[in-house]
């Protein structure tokens, strides 16, 4: 269960991709989005936990939250 107190807008669930799957899954989200979205991405490959929010700065939008959801990880992005 998410403890998350985000209300994501759209969910991405990447948790049976590899790297760099779900954050290729995020950019193309994002890049559809209008500004404001909150946007979850699960994925249960740790190498996002890196890729993603390097990947946020580099194009001006926030990560909000990372949250363990033990199995997979739920990363909660606000497209800018």
């Known amino acids: 269960m998410n403890d998350s107190d985000y209300d ?6 990447s948790r049976d991709a590899t ?10 989200k994002v890049k559809e989005a209008e500004p404001g979205t909150v946007i ?11 890729d993603v929010p ?11 939250d990372t ?3 033990g199995d997979y990880w739920s990363l909660f ?3 800018n």
Do not use: Q, Y
Request: proline share 7%; aromatic share 2%; net charge negative.
């Open 8 to 13: 994501p807008d759209v969910t991405i669930d």
């Open 54 to 64: 390097e990947w946020l700065d580099e194009a001006g939008h926030d990560l909000l």
């Open 19 to 28: 790297c760099p799957g779900p954050l290729m899954d995020l950019i193309g």
């Open 77 to 79: 992005v606000r497209t």
């Open 40 to 50: 979850e991405l699960r994925t249960s490959d740790s190498g996002s936990k890196s």
């Open 67 to 69: 949250v363990d959801n």
